[in-house]
T-cell receptor
């Protein structure tokens, strides 16, 4: 499974847009990119998933360049409640299951 | 539509006792994963099960740990003769694993095991 690299921590303020970039230089052809959010004492929560170009849902956008060696999670107008750890994962499950490999994630702190 | 359920949410055991952690997947999901998370670390894969089958247990310690997902009832992660190093948060995830698409896993709230 491809290894991912993301910043250890980020700080932002309420109302700002936050972009968290993840590097996955060894991503394979069949790999999808998935982002999870985790609050203290809770399980990870699925945010968004994509393969290429741009994906948007009600929570976030995911930008994936053509070479797919990186991806950027974009959170529009963050609030205090977006303070959490964000995990970027890549993996292939189109032929079967996918044992997710979590790194340390990015700790986002949103300030008033 | 209830999410993944785990119980108990908190479990305290003394060294040498057994711990049994339960996971009920989301309705319609027949694939279950177990992960362990130590403080300030990411989740680590332990085992992947389908109904009545263990598919991949490559992340499970060779001794004292076992998992099952019976035809009826929740998935169980069992830890025998617990030691202090087993103290962690244990998360269960389920997925529908529809063919041809990516596997999206949905996590439960976790069981926090404390070994005294």
């Amino acid at each position: 499974l491809a290894k991912t690299t993301q910043p250890i921590s980020m700080d932002s303020y309420e109302g700002q847009e936050v972009n968290i970039t993840c590097s996955h230089n060894n991503i394979a052809t069949n790999d999808y990119i998935t982002w999870y959010q985790q609050f203290p004492s809770q399980g990870p929560r699925f945010i968004i998933q994509g393969y290429k170009t741009k994906v948007t849902n009600e929570v976030a956008s995911l930008f994936i360049p053509a070479d797919r060696k990186s991806s950027t999670l974009s959170l529009p107008r963050v609030s205090l409640s977006d303070t959490a750890v964000y995990y970027c994962l890549v993996g292939d499950s189109t032929g079967g299951y996918n044992k997710l490999i979590f790194g340390a994630g990015t700790r986002l702190a949103v300030h008033p | 539509n209830a999410g993944v359920m785990q119980n108990p949410r908190h479990l305290v055991r003394r060294r040498g006792q057994e711990a049994r952690l339960r996971c009920s997947p989301m309705k319609g999901h027949s694939h279950v994963y177990w992960y362990r998370q130590l403080p300030e670390e990411g989740l680590k894969f332990m085992v992947y099960l389908q109904k009545e089958n263990i598919i991949d247990e490559s992340g499970m310690p060779k001794e004292r740990f076992s998992a099952e997902f019976p035809k009826e009832g929740p998935s169980i992660l069992r830890i025998q003769q617990v030691v202090r190093g087993d103290s962690a948060a244990y998360f269960c995830a389920s997925s529908p694993l529809s063919s041809g698409g990516p596997d999206t896993q949905y996590f439960g709230p976790g069981t926090r095991l404390t070994v005294l």
